[in-house]
Nanobody
Framework: QVQLVESGGGLVQAGGSLRLSCAAS????????MGWFRQAPGKEREFVAS????????NYADSVKGRFTISRDNAKNTMYLQMNSLNPEDSAVYFC??????????????????WGQGTQVTVSS
């Protein structure tokens, strides 16, 4: 089992940047594919980005491609999401998640077994 804690959220103006972190504890971090998902008020939770266990496979949602960068540092048991050129539509609670299917970077929420509590990102116009 793994415990996940997100940090780095906050309030930023449109066009600004934030970097989210997801710290993992428990079972070996490299055992997992890791992903970021987000949920805006009144909307379903949606996929943002994912990275497999060694960073060799990465996926992004079309809405963030070219603006967000996912990465992981297995030595630090931490995953990151660098978010640039933020716009109000990016406002949401951002969740990190871990999947035991570590070979590929799944986009499917049902493939993820462990979830963090989320961190709020608010982008003002």
């Amino acid at each position: 089992q793994v415990q996940l804690v997100e940090s780095g959220g906050g309030l930023v103006q449109a066009g600004g940047s934030l970097r989210l972190s997801c710290a993992a504890s428990g079972r070996t971090f490299s055992s997992y594919t890791m992903g970021w998902f987000r949920q805006a008020p009144g909307k379903e939770r949606e996929f943002v980005a994912s990275v497999n266990w060694n960073g060799g496979a990465i996926n992004y949602a079309d809405s963030v491609k070219g603006r967000f960068t996912i990465s992981r540092d297995n030595a630090k048991n931490t995953m990151y999401l660098q978010m640039n050129s933020l716009n109000p539509e990016d406002s949401a609670v951002y969740f990190c998640a871990a999947s035991l299917y570590r070979g590929y970077a799944s986009r499917r929420q049902e493939d993820y077994h462990y979830w963090g509590q989320g961190t709020q990102v608010t982008v003002s116009s």
